[in-house]
Every structure is written in structure tokens, then in C-alpha cells.
């Protein structure tokens, strides 16, 4: 099921110049390898190796970031060549002050997403991911697909929290519920990247 339009989108941009543009209150999400990719199929397609999520950020970030408090940089948080350390080291010297676990492990679901589970590349991986970056003073949005996730992001201290987007009506009820205890609150994913 699609989930509720009448949820706040959290925009995706996938350049450093749209960020200037937005007003102060809009949630951003900072992520340049969904650039070219139309349509509601980016945040799973961002997975494929050949996207190097993670690779795209630190490249785009090296000159630095504009000073945004709700601007959060999207981090593949199952990057099997990057420690998380590495990438928040770089995130912090580039000045870049909120993280999201995403592209996520939360676009996936049947066979796959039970295979990544196994090989250590799911859900405790992209939760330790914003634990870690908690712990370092970022400010951190939590993509989720189940209120079990959710609880682990509320309870390490995750600012807002992002509907997965096959979220049903119940889950959404749920999320709702534990949205109120950050101070960010519940967005969906937008239909398209640079849509809200």
C-alpha cells in the first residue's frame, strides 16, 4: 500500500545548489546518486553496487556543505567498503550536521531483504549506522518499515522518523504514535526525487 499523501514528503535533492533554494522549515534529503532516476522505484534502485551511493556523497561533499539544520545527508549504511566511522568523519569535516539511513534496506522486501538480514546487511546494520552518528552530535532521520525499527531509532535518539514506502494504514498509526516523542515528527518519501 502507498503510503498516505497527507504525511510531509521529505524533499531529495541530488545537488549542492537546490539545497540553497529551500525554506527553513523543508526536511532535505541530500543524495546524489538518485540523480537521473524518475519515479518511485529511486529508493530501491540506489541499492544496485553500481550506484556507489556512499562514493557519490563523499565526492559531491569535499568542498563542504551549506549550513542547513534540517538538510541530512542520505548514507548507504550496507556499504560493504566503507566503515561507517570513515563516512561520518568525512560528513563532519565537511560540516554536514543531520544523517539518514538512506537509500535503506527498508526498500526491499521478500527473499532479498531476508538474504541481506542474513549476511548482516539489514536493519541492525542501518540502525547501528544512526547510533553511531547520534553519538557523534549529528542529527539523525530514521527510514523505517516496522515499529520495532522505529523504537530502536526513538530510543538512540533519532530526531524524526521516515515511512517506508509500502507502509499500510495500521503501520502508519503506529509510526504516528512514536513520531511524537521526536522533534521532527513523520515524513513519507517523496512519489519522485525533487518532488514534495
Known amino acids: 500500500m502507498h503510503v498516505s499523501?497527507?504525511?510531509?514528503?521529505?524533499?531529495?535533492?541530488t545537488r549542492?545548489?537546490?539545497i540553497s533554494d529551500h525554506e527553513p522549515d523543508s526536511v532535505t534529503i541530500f543524495c546524489p546518486s538518485c540523480d537521473g532516476l524518475a519515479g518511485s522505484a529511486y529508493d530501491s534502485l540506489?541499492?544496485?553496487?553500481?550506484?556507489d551511493a556512499n562514493g557519490r556523497l563523499l565526492a559531491e561533499i569535499k568542498?563542504?556543505?551549506p549550513q542547513d539544520g534540517h538538510m541530512f545527508?542520505?548514507?548507504?549504511?550496507?556499504?560493504?567498503?566503507?566503515r561507517h566511522v570513515d563516512i561520518l568523519k568525512a560528513l563532519e569535516a565537511a560540516g554536514c550536521r543531520g544523517v539518514v539511513n538512506f537509500p535503506s534496506v527498508t526498500a526491499i522486501d521478500g527473499e532479498m531483504r531476508?538474504?541481506?538480514?542474513?549476511f548482516g546487511y539489514g536493519v541492525a546494520t542501518e540502525i547501528n549506522l544512526l547510533r553511531a552518528a547520534v553519538a557523534?552530535?549529528?542529527?539523525?532521520?530514521?527510514?523505517?518499515?516496522?515499529?520495532?525499527?522505529?523504537?530502536?531509532?526513538?530510543?538512540?535518539?533519532?530526531?524524526?522518523?521516515i515511512a517506508a514506502r509500502h507502509a499500510n494504514e495500521a503501520m502508519?498509526?503506529?509510526?504516528?504514535?512514536?513520531?511524537?516523542?521526536?522533534?521532527?515528527?513523520?515524513?513519507?518519501?517523496?512519489?519522485?526525487v525533487g518532488e514534495t
Open 16 to 18: 549542492l545548489a537546490a
Open 114 to 118: 531476508v538474504s541481506l538480514e542474513d
Open 172 to 192: 502508519l498509526a503506529e509510526l504516528s504514535g512514536l513520531a511524537h516523542e521526536t522533534s521532527l515528527g513523520l515524513f513519507r518519501l517523496a512519489d519522485a
Open 63 to 65: 568542498n563542504g556543505l
Open 73 to 82: 545527508a542520505g548514507v548507504l549504511a550496507l556499504d560493504p567498503f566503507r
Open 5 to 13: 499523501s497527507t504525511l510531509r514528503p521529505v524533499e531529495i535533492v
Open 46 to 51: 540506489v541499492l544496485l553496487p553500481v550506484h
Open 136 to 161: 557523534k552530535g549529528f542529527s539523525a532521520l530514521a527510514t523505517v518499515d516496522s515499529f520495532a525499527m522505529a523504537q530502536d531509532a526513538v530510543a538512540i535518539g533519532a530526531s524524526g522518523l
